[in-house]
């Protein structure tokens, strides 16, 4: 009889590539991932909820945002992680950190080395040997540029099946598309002219996962991570990876298949491998990625930044809360990845169906008050809407809709606590967790409205600045970092407690988390409006003869008594018993 890992990767085979001799296949699929017969995992890896806990949060950043001119940015990095975040994260995102040609390192040359410009293998062990390390496995394409596509280009095999191809008179009009150039590039190869499938950028092309030999090649990739010290691996652009003309070309079931294929090895991994999917997509199809516990341990909360952005401009959670109460729990061994920043800009896709577009247009007009930028995308039909927000978090909440700018570090900190009472793990991208403003200078120099989030700090001048408890860097830093410290100790802040969302006052984001064994409750209650807000401890519901304190600001609450108040922007936790003290 077969073995389970036998027959459940037999029937993916099956599922992705029905055409191939399935015993052959999954030879070849074994021999990737464990090569020179490495030993793997007799049993499958059990779903649970020990993966992680309420210690656990993430930094993003790329190889370079912090540089000196001296030393290797990747060096420095680690410097950075040691002497600024120990206490506050125990993992680190690296965005792509190999040879690249364009988008900021999502236009992979060669996946099989470090960028030069950032350091070397060594330097990425180094840090995975001491943080919980992340990379991107940018799957979906490949530089224009690199050596794969030069191959393709001159029909050298097995590169002359890699790319994806389309018939300019095949109706594209359904495909969805998160850009608005066209979608095919005319190409001239050692067979005469083609039109390859361009997702986001012509210097970006997307591969042929019809072609085994492409799902392979990323398997030794994924191996080449893990035995570097990676240990979360995360699938950038996961959802476009299937096409079949005549359909949106997203979330195929084939994409699921094969990240359903890429779990399944990971669960039978000797190394504790966690999958993330990217998926910036509205709220249903994002979630889909969990399938049935069996595919992403982890998805993005893409509907956060946002939600979370409009309810601190706007003055009222009514939107955040309405979306927050439709949220299912995250299933046995999984987690979202909560946040508000990123690399990339502040995402509209996730908000659709859920902020209506008066609101939309607001956060816009707002953003673009503080210096921002709105970049499109075609959706089907040709119509152009937008896409997402280009603009640091932090400039991004400078003012309100209404113009108002005082209480702005006090509503930068609201939005950096609601990320972390959120059930799942929080996540804060550098720029986000340092203040950092606008670059304007980086934009005009790139002609790239993501340039504006992708400032590269001078090392020298961040640490001075971090060392002036007046800058508004060192401000942030110390107000996430006291907060996550706080947070680190609660057992109600595990990643997958219980979370009920209150219904409460609309300018109040409140949350009910219970740990795993019921012994703690955590009221995170957050004032995201410029006006002070009471709330009556009966509305929620503090049980009495607990004694009730705000774990913030060391308060004692009585069930009984006065109302809860919130200054603008405060934020409270409420909890039944410090998680510092327990046994």
């Not at 190999?98 to 099989?112: E, H, L, M, N």
């Not at 199809?285 to 998805?299: I, K, T």
């Not at 009585?558 to 409420?574: K, S």
């Amino acid at each position: 009889m077969a073995s389970s890992f036998d027959a459940r990767l037999h029937d993916l085979i099956a599922a992705i590539y029905p055409q191939t001799d399935g015993a052959e296949m999954a030879a070849q699929i074994c021999a990737a991932f464990w090569p020179e017969d490495r030993p793997r995992r007799r049993r499958a890896r059990r779903p649970s909820n020990d993966f992680w806990s309420e210690r656990d949060a993430l930094l993003i950043t790329y190889g370079n945002s912090i540089v000196d001119g001296v030393h290797k940015p990747l060096d420095l990095l680690r410097d950075f992680l040691h002497r600024n975040l120990r206490g506050t994260v125990d993992g680190v995102h690296i965005l792509p950190f190999f040879p690249f040609t364009s988008d900021d390192g999502f236009a992979v040359t060669d996946y099989r080395a470090v960028n030069p410009s950032l350091g070397d293998w060594s330097d990425i062990r180094r840090i995975g040997e001491e943080f919980k390390l992340m990379s991107d496995l940018v799957l979906n394409h490949v530089s224009s540029q690199g050596p794969w596509f030069t191959a393709y280009l001159q029909g050298h095999a097995p590169y002359d099946r890699f790319f994806m191809e389309a018939d300019p008179e095949a109706d594209l009009s359904g495909v969805v598309r998160p850009r608005t150039h066209p979608l095919l590039r005319r190409v001239e190869t050692a067979e005469g002219a083609a039109h390859v499938w361009c997702t986001f950028s012509h210097d970006q092309v997307d591969l042929d996962f019809r072609n085994p030999e492409v799902l392979l090649e990323f398997l030794r990739i994924m191996r080449l991570h893990i035995d570097n010290g990676v240990r979360i691996l995360r699938l950038d652009a996961v959802a476009f990876l299937w096409k079949v003309i005549g359909t949106p070309c997203i979330h195929l079931p084939e994409t699921h298949a094969i990240v359903r294929l890429m779990r399944l090895l990971c669960d039978y991994a000797v190394e504790p491998v966690i999958l993330v999917t990217e998926t910036n997509v509205p709220k249903a199809e994002n979630l889909s990625y969990f399938g049935n516990g069996n595919e992403a341990h982890v998805v993005y909360n893409f509907s956060l930044p946002p939600l979370l952005l409009h309810a601190l401009q706007s003055g009222t959670a009514r939107y955040l809360i309405r979306w927050q109460q439709g949220m299912p729990p995250a299933q046995m061994g999984c987690a979202y990845l909560n946040f508000s920043a990123s690399h990339d800009g502040i995402g509209m896709r996730p908000a659709e169906g859920i902020l209506p577009p008066e609101e939309a247009a607001r956060m816009i007009d707002c953003v673009a008050g503080q210096g921002g930028h709105v970049s499109m995308r075609t959706a089907p039909g040709g119509r152009e809407t937008p896409y997402e927000l280009n603009v640091t978090w932090f400039d991004a909440l400078g003012a309100t809709c209404d113009g108002r700018t005082e209480h702005h570090m006090a509503r930068f900190l609201c939005s950096q606590t609601i990320v972390m009472a959120l059930e799942g793990i929080p996540a804060f991208y550098i720029h986000a967790l340092l203040a950092t403003p606008n670059d304007h200078a980086g934009v005009e120099k790139t002609g790239i409205a993501r340039a504006i989030n992708r400032h590269r700090w001078d090392y020298p001048e961040l640490q001075a600045r971090l060392d002036d408890p007046a800058s508004p860097q060192a401000r942030a830093l110390a107000g996430i970092h006291a907060r996550m410290a706080v947070r680190g100790r609660q057992p109600g802040f595990h990643p997958n407690a219980t979370q009920f969302t209150l219904q409460l006052d609309d300018r109040v984001f409140g949350l009910w988390r219970q740990s795993l064994d019921r012994g703690q409750s955590i009221f995170a209650l957050h004032n995201v409006s410029h006006e002070p807000v009471e709330i009556a401890p009966s509305a929620v519901n503090l049980i009495d003869g607990e004694d009730w304190c705000d774990l913030l600001s060391g308060e004692a609450i009585t069930p009984a008594g006065a109302p809860i108040r919130l200054a603008p922007y405060q934020c409270r936790w409420i909890a039944n018993r410090d998680g510092a003290d327990r046994a």
